[in-house]
């Protein structure tokens, strides 16, 4: 058995605890590395064919709202574009609050340094 933490025996750990320990770090490393590259990665979606367009980033912040002009007023869509970014901005933030509270208390009890994975 592999000692771990206050030198207790763990069952069937034998000498892996160093490796698992390496491979989580170096999974955190991807994590991290693969959150910061999607600040720079978009998605953009058309809807009732192509009345509504919308530009997010890979953090979920919404980038851009375009409205055609078939669809609404020119100087009424600027105003509208900028009050849904919010909108929608805000109620990402919300979510994801709400998922990283939810989350925490399931692995509060692991050990693992703040915002590990979430």
Do not use: C, W, Y
Request: glycine share 12%; aromatic share 2%.
């Amino acid at each position: 058995m592999a000692k771990g933490r206050g030198g207790m025996m763990m069952p069937g750990m034998g000498g892996k605890q160093p490796d698992m320990m390496r491979q989580l770090a170096r999974m955190q490393e991807q994590m991290l590395a693969e959150q910061e590259a999607l600040a720079d990665e978009t998605v953009e979606i058309s809807v009732g064919g192509g009345v509504v367009k919308v530009v997010m980033t890979g953090h979920q912040k919404l980038q851009s709202v375009h409205n055609s002009p078939d669809f609404l007023d020119p100087e009424e869509s600027e105003m509208l574009s900028d009050l849904l970014i919010s909108a929608i901005n805000q109620a990402v933030e919300k979510s994801q609050a709400l998922a990283g509270s939810r989350m925490q208390s399931v692995t509060s009890g692991l050990g693992l340094p703040p915002g590990f994975g979430f």
